[in-house]
């Protein structure tokens, strides 16, 4: 993760973003009040999703169980099947 300044990212700001959206690569910024990080809308898209489902309750107790499950007993996928 490259870490710059707000007057280097500023005379290198087209080229820095293009590598953040290109390589999925996070920029951290410092600066005299706190340090800034840029993500790509992919990566902030993928966190927010991330976020989401884990605050779901009993989601994450469910796929820990599933993930158990033995692949040979189950069911295979009927997309004609009603619910």
Do not use: C, H
């Not at 920029?27 to 884990?54: C, D, H, P, Q």
């Not at 107790?61 to 007993?73: F, L, N, Q, S, V």
């Amino acid at each position: 993760m490259p870490v710059t300044n707000v007057s280097a990212l500023r005379k290198n700001l087209f080229n820095s973003l293009e590598t953040v959206i290109e390589y999925n690569d996070t920029i951290t910024v410092n600066t005299k009040k706190g340090n800034a990080i840029i993500i790509s809308e992919e990566e902030y898209n993928a966190m927010r999703e991330t976020i989401f489902l884990t605050s779901q309750p009993g989601l994450l107790k469910r796929i820990k169980e599933g993930e158990k499950e033995d692949i040979a007993t189950m069911a295979v996928y009927n997309p004609n099947e009603e619910w």
